[in-house]
């Protein structure tokens, strides 16, 4: 997909080449895809934090799409939970993303429905197409500025700004982010207007870009003959998928230490009969092209598309 494609030409001819491109380049490939935060969720639960320290687990499937009625690119944002991606979907978001010539920066709205909620994109996101002016509002004050930082972006609302309510109190809320091509950082603190924080954790949500991997294989059914499976999409941020009901289970992740000497690793455990213990872990690179398991009672091969080993 062309990057903002609809924004007004007259915007493309005021700014120089150079500078067109170092504001908008990567940013929707960057953003696109699948996000999930189960290794900071993972390892705040291996440190034993403290509940009101721990993050939720998030996972976030963002597509782009294009609007003829508004400049830039709408991002429709599946919004999962504990479970990810397998799990139940929470709730749809939109969000708009355009240049600002004046700034040289990539503006980020929030959109609001006005009427109900953005349910009816869940798994038709291409409907967002056909949202129009009277269809969404927004706080024009509560918006991000991404601006490209070498091979980042950082993101910013401006102090101050974002003036709202909770419980009837009058707070203001800072938001921040980070985004690479693996890595997406996020946090919204809420104050109070004497400055006080009442809301929001002092890490913030870090996000990794999940990568799928498609798998086959065969494992032994409850008559004892093998039963084959292929084409089954597993990504590498904690992903679990049961087989032929719950005589196989297959779950990816990437191991990312926060301390030590182990060396970081893309794991794939499979388990068996229901059980919640995994019968064999496998190792790989972090970013390895394929991973597999050689058992007696199962075979698990899963590959990238268009990687090698």
Request: charged share 25%; proline share 3%.
């Amino acid at each position: 997909m062309r990057l903002l494609l609809a924004i007004a030409l007259c915007f493309f001819l005021a700014l120089p080449a150079n500078a067109q491109t170092e504001v908008e380049r990567d940013f929707d490939t960057f953003f696109s895809g699948d996000w999930d935060n189960e290794i900071q969720t993972f390892n705040e639960g291996i440190q034993q934090l403290p509940d009101d320290m721990r993050h939720g687990r998030i996972h976030m499937k963002y597509e782009a799409i294009e609007n003829d009625n508004f400049p830039g690119v709408l991002f429709v944002i599946e919004n999962y939970g504990k479970d990810g991606l397998q799990g139940n979907l929470n709730y749809v978001s939109v969000h708009h993303f355009f240049v600002d010539v004046e700034r040289q920066a990539i503006v980020h709205e929030l959109w609001f429905k006005k009427d109900g909620d953005w349910s009816y994109l869940a798994g038709n996101a291409q409907a967002a197409s056909d949202i129009g002016p009277d269809d969404y509002r927004f706080n024009a004050q509560c918006v991000m500025y991404w601006k490209r930082e070498a091979s980042q972006f950082k993101g910013t609302t401006d102090p101050g700004a974002c003036v709202g309510g909770v419980d009837g109190k009058e707070t203001t809320v800072e938001a921040t982010g980070i985004l690479s091509r693996t890595d997406l950082w996020r946090s919204d603190l809420v104050y109070d207007m004497e400055g006080n924080r009442l809301r929001g954790l002092d890490m913030p949500e870090r996000f990794r870009k999940a990568r799928f991997y498609s798998c086959y294989g065969r494992h032994k059914g409850a008559d004892g003959d093998w039963v084959n499976f292929k084409d089954v999409m597993v990504h590498n941020q904690g992903d679990f998928v049961w087989l032929g009901g719950d005589a196989l289970g297959i779950q990816m992740r990437q191991i990312i230490w926060t301390s030590g000497f182990f060396n970081n690793a893309l794991a794939l455990q499979a388990y068996q009969n229901g059980s919640d213990k995994p019968t064999v872990n496998g190792h790989a690179a972090l970013n390895a092209g394929f991973i597999g398991l050689d058992h007696p009672e199962f075979v698990v091969n899963c590959g990238r598309p268009g990687r090698s080993r």
